[in-house]
């Protein structure tokens, strides 16, 4: 009973959220954008219209109603997941399609990478935690430093500068070579391309993963229940496997959620350092080229994305702590 | 017993990955071999000629298409009525080999080239031009409309398969300028309504863009790459190579690498430190890269606010947005003095590190033909000292001695609004300059470096006093003439000028007989606007261009216009045909594929050893708990 209508209260906010954040994406690219966007886009683009062919775009791109109209079906749109056609990058092509072919490609890098930082973060954050001031803790430590403070894009290009202008172990940057290969080679072409987009994503999330691993090790390690089992004779790895990592792991996973965000972000960067053709790279070129369709939709799916993700933890925790559940 | 297990079941897959780098390095050195043979027997014709870029491609409908990269693609896959000539860049034979024009000036002949066809292999006659322009002329379409002067076209028709006759109201040479509208195939989109045309996407994944010129779009991965095949039956002759492609980048840092990777061939740079970088590595001899610096075809430009609401010539739109403009500023002596005090040469050099030239007029000098260059007594130079004079004999002096000279008229301090690109990278260096010399001839200026949008807002508003933005003209003067016509107000004028003798001149010029008597007329136009000053031209950036020299040959020989063209031809399709592998020069591109080998193969190592480690401890592990 506690479980459904804790589960319906989520929910619930999660709705409410979304609609709070539709309303102010909608304030964002159509309210608050100074300037006729028209105009704007006509003049940076050097298109030479007359009046009349400009006052026709503006009724094609839906601008030539009112704004409360203009909201309703905007709503009515994002809701039902129809983010209509492109205006700018590719006229007439439905921007969902244009979005599913580019998410294939960032959702490779996110998954894959993000997964990778975790395993690698949490594995070492126990190892460092349980054997602190180890020499695997001391290493570990000063270059998780080093990595969470550096932006993605800086690491990025320092990879750049070794590994691709320098070694030439690896391709500056795009999803595969100009001229395409076939069979087996297209697939390692491909790797090959993703494979230090993929090194940057990771090693900059790797560092927070273990600092925050673990501190909470550490902490937890500090109770009185663990000093308890050592007193009963538990053995040490029983201990740690048992009583200490479930209850540090909670911090962790609060963290997996809320860096969805971020690593969504981090994307955006990284695409555009290895000009990876992603939705990063999509909401980038929209914002450039002023395409407001594709824009709303890569805001409007990131923003959902990070709230599901968030929903997620919320659930794996109420899983992992009863307590939450009951509050 | 179980971690035993799980130790070998590590080391197990660590084998397993480092077999598979070694099975894919063998795919990959076993096609590498296929690639370069089939290479070496193409010898020096074929090969893909690819360009790098970071502006994106949105639609190949050549009525909807705005974009440089566009225009790239349809000026290969398409003709026009004339080409442009190559040193000149006027009309010249083409599909159109030659024409006539009746005394009256009113009736245009064209011949049109017997036997061409449409790429897929219909015959391309004088009807498939008609139909095209009156397509553009019933449903106003595209960008180009006006090059087919709807206000006086009177007919366009073709009487026969060779034969095209263009006749209007009243003399003019607008049929030969050449009218920048590529021809289309009747065949495939005749029965087109208005709407379904202008929303033709003319390119699907399968289906190749019909036209008539030297290359064809055949594929295009949509924010990523886009691929032209020659075509062997073009009229002008089969080009060199068998593909040109062109690959999108996100900066032109990870361009320029890819450049020097042997990964593209060639790319138009917008970065003057890249291009200065690469320049210089070129001639230590340590790359094979070749700069080059093209043809000045944009200009930068500072404009003032002319709306003047009290004027009897006043736009209608200047009246019905009359905006927040300084009056001092409708002082032609006000606007005398800035031009004076500002040093275009200096900007040349320090905002764009050289490659330019100091502005003048409003025709670039790449329009070799209708550029109008001001004599030596007309041109404004940098004065200071006469800058202050104009001012001082204009009756403004510095009446609360705050340093900044006062409106005689009004009483208040000479401070001007001047909005800035926060898009462009040169917009703000750009303002700090003017600022500090309008400072020494006592104008305060206030800066604000806005986004595009903001702009355009206080553009369209006649909310400024001045501002900083650009142009691109096209080779033939009309467009960026008719945006200093009172009608543009509100639209495409930069300034709400206006004035009744500039708007006669500019109908006399679409009326011109000649293309003589037209340029007489266009350098008076620019010679009014060069002295009334509603814009200054601050500079014209020239196109810096680089290329792989040690692969590819046929370009340096072949730029247009002449003297200082493009490498890579914008408006001709000339350099596309004569561009060829240099002879021993491998086809297939540079690259690297042995870097994921070595990481897949160190992973690999590395498990197999945790994996054996873990064995061996897990079973001293055991032991010890037994």
Redesign the interface.
């Known amino acids: 009973m506690g479980t459904a209508k804790y589960l319906l209260g989520k929910l619930g906010q999660l709705f409410i959220t979304l609609i709070l954040v539709l309303s102010l994406a909608f304030l964002l690219f159509r309210v608050w ?5 028209v ?2 886009w006509a ?12 006052d026709q775009i503006r009724h094609e791109w839906g601008l030539d109603v009112p704004l409360p109209r203009q909201y309703v079906s905007y709503m009515g749109q994002m809701l039902t997941f129809n983010f209509g056609t492109s205006t ?6 439905s921007v969902s399609s ?1 979005f599913w072919s ?1 998410m294939a490609k960032s959702a490779i890098l996110i998954v894959t990478s993000t997964f990778a930082a975790i395993a690698i973060g949490v594995l070492l954050g126990i190892y460092g935690g349980w054997k602190r001031q180890g020499k695997v803790d001391q290493a570990s430590m000063s270059s998780s430093m080093i990595l969470y403070a550096m932006p993605e894009f800086v690491l990025g290009m320092i990879f ?1 500068l070794i ?3 320098t ?9 595969e ?3 395409p ?5 297209h697939w ?2 491909v ?2 391309h993703m ?1 230090l987009p993929w090194l940057t994503l990771t090693l900059a999330y790797v560092g927070e993963f273990y600092l925050v691993m673990r501190s909470s090790l550490l902490d937890v390690l500090g109770e009185e229940y663990i000093a308890l089992a050592r007193a009963k004779g538990v ?1 040490e790895k029983y201990v740690l496997r048992k009583h200490a990592v479930p209850n540090a792991l909670l911090p962790t996973i609060t963290l997996v959620a809320l860096s969805f965000g971020f690593i969504l972000s981090g994307v955006i960067t990284v ?5 990876y ?1 992603g939705v990063g ?2 909401s ?2 929209a914002l450039r ?2 395409d407001f369709a594709v824009l709303q939709a890569t805001f409007v799916i990131s923003v959902i994305a990070v709230l599901l993700a968030n929903f997620i933890a919320d659930l794996t925790y109420a899983y992992l702590d009863p307590r939450v559940r009951r509050a | 017993m179980r971690t035993v297990r799980k130790g070998l079941l590590v080391s197990l897959s660590g084998l397993i990955i480092v077999l598979l780098a070694a099975g894919t390095a063998w795919a990959q050195s076993a096609s590498a071999k296929a690639s370069a043979s089939a290479s070496a027997s193409a010898g020096d014709s074929g090969g893909t000629f690819i360009e790098g870029t970071i502006n994106n491609m949105s639609t190949v409908n050549p009525w909807k298409a705005i974009e440089s990269p566009e225009y790239e693609v349809l000026a290969l896959n398409f003709d026009l009525l004339e080409n442009f000539d190559k040193s000149t860049l006027q009309a010249a034979p083409g599909v159109a080999t030659s024409w006539t024009q009746s005394p009256d000036g009113m009736t245009w002949t064209f011949d049109i080239r017997p036997g061409m066809t449409w790429q897929d292999g219909q015959p391309f006659t004088a009807k498939d031009i008609a139909w095209t322009y009156n397509k553009t002329l019933d449903c106003k379409l595209g960008n180009s409309l006006d090059y087919l002067v709807p206000e006086f076209t009177k007919s366009i028709t073709a009487p026969s398969d060779t034969q095209l006759v263009w006749t209007t109201k009243v003399p003019t040479s607008a049929p030969i300028r050449p009218p920048w509208v590529y021809i289309a195939p009747e065949h495939i989109y005749g029965n087109d309504t208005c709407d379904e045309i202008s929303k033709e996407p003319f390119f699907t994944e399968g289906h190749p863009m019909v036209g008539s010129g030297p290359f064809q779009l055949t594929d295009w991965v949509k924010g990523q790459s886009w691929t032209m095949t020659a075509n062997p039956n073009y009229w002008g002759g089969a080009p060199h190579i068998s593909q040109f492609k062109v690959v999108l980048y996100d900066n032109s840092e990870a361009m320029v690498n890819a450049l020097k990777a042997g990964e593209i061939d060639y790319t138009n740079l917008g970065s003057v430190d890249l291009f200065n970088q690469l320049q210089s590595e070129s001639q230590s001899g340590s790359t094979n890269i070749t700069t080059h610096v093209g043809p000045a075809v944009t200009f930068g430009q500072m404009s003032f606010n002319m709306c003047d609401p009290t004027s009897p010539d006043a736009a209608a739109y200047c009246k019905n947005n009359p905006g927040t403009g300084n009056p001092a500023l409708r002082d032609p002596a006000v606007r005398t003095a800035i031009s004076w005090a500002i040093d275009r040469q200096t900007i040349v050099d320090k905002v764009l590190a050289g490659y330019g030239e100091p502005g003048t007029t409003i025709v670039p000098p790449f329009s070799s033909f209708y550029h109008y260059n001001p004599t030596p007594d007309e041109t404004i130079g940098f004065d200071i000292n006469k800058a202050k004079q104009i001012l001082a004999d204009a009756g403004y002096k510095d009446t609360d001695g705050n340093g900044i000279l006062n409106d005689p008229k009004t009483g208040q301090d000479l401070n001007f609004r001047f909005i800035l690109r926060a898009e462009s990278d040169i917009g703000a260096r750009l303002g700090q300059y003017i600022s500090g010399w309008l400072k020494q001839i006592g104008i305060a200026t206030t800066s604000e470096v806005v986004s595009d949008g903001k702009l355009s807002q206080a553009w369209l508003s006649n909310d400024y006093d001045m501002y900083i933005w650009g142009w691109g003209p096209d080779p033939d003067p009309d467009f960026i003439l008719s945006t200093f016509t009172s009608g543009q107000c509100g639209t495409w004028s930069d300034t709400c000028y206006s004035n009744p003798q500039y708007d006669k001149l500019y109908k006399e010029q679409q009326t011109a007989a000649t293309p003589q008597d037209r340029q007489a007329i266009v350098f008076k136009m620019q010679d009014i606007l060069y002295k009334d000053i509603p814009e200054i031209v601050l500079y014209y950036d020239k196109s810096l261009e680089a290329y792989n020299s040690q692969k590819w040959t046929g370009l340096e020989d072949n730029t247009s216009p002449q003297p200082d063209g493009f490498l890579w031809n914008q408006y001709t399709p000339y350099s596309a045909l004569t561009v060829q592998l240099r002879s021993g020069a491998s086809a297939s591109s540079g690259g690297t594929t042995s870097g994921l080998l070595i990481i897949v193969g160190i992973l690999g190592a590395i498990v197999v050893i945790v994996g054996i480690v873990m064995v061996a401890r897990r079973g001293k592990s055991e032991e010890d708990l037994a």
């Open positions: 954008q100074p300037g006729d966007p105009a704007t003049k940076a683009s050097g298109a030479k219209l007359n009046a009349e062919q400009l700018i990058l590719n006229p007439q092509e244009m580019r750049i590994f691709a202008a070694l030439h172990w690896f391709p500056v940057s795009l999803y070579s100009p001229i290969k076939t069979g087996l080679s390692t072409d790797i090959n494979a053995r695409e555009l350092v290895f000009s053709p790279k999509l980038v070129d080229q002023r």
